[in-house]
C-alpha cells in the first residue's frame, strides 16, 4: 500500500512539473513573439459613380436650313417660289470637361467643330416683269461649317447588364460661316434667256444654338465609357457677304440662311478622372501593445 501511496505522490509531482514547464514555455514563446498585429476593416466598397470627367467625340450630320433669301427680303416680290435645299452630311468632332453629380445625373462643358458640309439650293420663280411674266431659276452653291460651344445636362435612366441609357439638352453659342457662295441663274422673259451669276464673300455669324441628346452608354471599365448618341440640334443662321453680280455690281445685302438644323449621330468615350484603383492597397497595418 505504502508502494502504490508513493507511485501516485511521484506522477503528481511529474504531471504537475511538465504542466509548470509548458506555461513557462508558451509565455516565453509569447514574450519573444511581441504584440499581436491587428489589421483595420477594409473600408467599405466607394461609389461607381461620381467625380470630373473628360470626353472626346466624333460623328456626322445630316443638316437642314428652313429656307434662304436676300438680306432685304426681295423674294417677297415673287409671285412664286419653288425652292428645294440640301446639305451634304459631314464630320463633327468635339471634346469637354464633366462633373457626375450623382449615379443619375451629370453635366459637362463640350467644343465642337462641324466641318465643311456642301450646300445644293434651286429657286424657280415667277415675277412680273414690264408687264409680262417672267420665269426663271437660281442654282445655289456654297460651303457651311461650324464652331459651337455647349452646357449640357444629362439624366441617366438607370443601368442594366452595364448599359445605361440617357436623355439631355444643352445650350450654348454657334458660330456659323458660310463660304463660296455662287448664284448662276437664267430668267425668261418675252421668249428671251438671259443667263445670271452672283457671288458673295466669306462671311461668319454668332448665335444662340439649343440641343437635345439621348443615347446609350456603355461602361468598360470603372474609369472608361462609351457612348452612342443621337443630338437635334438648332445652330440659328447663316449669313454670306454682301451679294455682287457678275457685272461686279454690289447690291450691298447679304444672302441669309434661316434657321440651320442638324440632326447628329455620334460615337463618345468618357474617362473618368476620380475612378478608384483597379487593385486596392492592402489595408495599414496597426499594432496593439
Request: proline letters at 6%.
Amino acid at each position: 500500500m505504502i508502494r502504490n501511496k508513493s507511485i501516485l505522490a511521484l506522477g503528481a509531482v511529474a504531471l504537475m512539473s511538465s504542466a509548470t514547464f509548458t506555461g513557462t514555455a508558451f509565455a516565453a514563446d509569447m514574450a519573444m513573439r511581441g504584440p499581436q498585429p491587428y489589421y483595420a476593416p477594409p473600408a467599405p466598397p466607394s461609389e461607381e459613380f461620381g467625380g470630373w470627367y473628360l470626353r472626346g467625340d466624333i460623328g456626322f450630320s445630316n443638316q437642314k436650313v428652313k429656307n434662304i433669301a436676300m438680306g432685304d427680303n426681295r423674294n417677297a416680290a415673287l409671285l412664286s417660289l419653288e425652292e428645294t435645299t440640301g446639305f451634304d452630311t459631314a464630320g463633327i468632332y468635339g471634346g469637354g470637361i464633366g462633373y457626375q453629380f450623382n449615379s443619375w445625373l451629370r453635366g459637362d462643358i463640350t467644343g465642337q467643330y462641324r466641318g465643311n458640309s456642301n450646300f445644293k439650293g434651286t429657286d424657280r420663280i415667277t415675277f412680273p416683269a414690264a408687264g409680262l411674266v417672267g420665269t426663271g431659276v437660281n442654282n445655289y452653291s456654297a460651303t457651311k461649317s461650324e464652331w459651337v460651344v455647349m452646357a449640357n445636362g444629362y439624366v441617366d435612366l438607370g443601368t442594366w447588364w452595364c448599359v445605361t441609357p440617357f436623355i439631355g439638352a444643352g445650350v450654348g453659342m454657334a458660330r456659323v460661316n458660310i463660304a463660296n457662295y455662287t448664284d448662276n441663274g437664267a430668267t425668261l422673259v418675252g421668249g428671251v434667256t438671259s443667263p445670271s451669276f452672283a457671288g458673295a464673300s466669306d462671311a461668319s455669324k454668332w448665335n444662340f444654338a439649343w440641343a437635345l441628346h439621348t443615347g446609350l452608354a456603355y461602361k468598360i471599365n470603372p474609369a472608361t465609357t462609351v457612348e452612342f448618341g443621337y443630338s437635334y440640334m438648332n445652330l440659328g443662321d447663316g449669313t454670306t457677304g454682301a451679294v455682287s453680280d457678275y457685272t461686279g455690281f454690289t447690291r450691298g445685302v447679304p444672302m441669309q440662311f434661316k434657321e440651320i438644323t442638324s440632326h447628329d449621330l455620334k460615337l463618345g468615350v468618357r474617362w473618368n478622372l476620380d475612378s478608384p484603383p483597379a487593385y486596392a492597397p492592402p489595408p495599414p497595418l496597426i499594432r496593439k501593445g
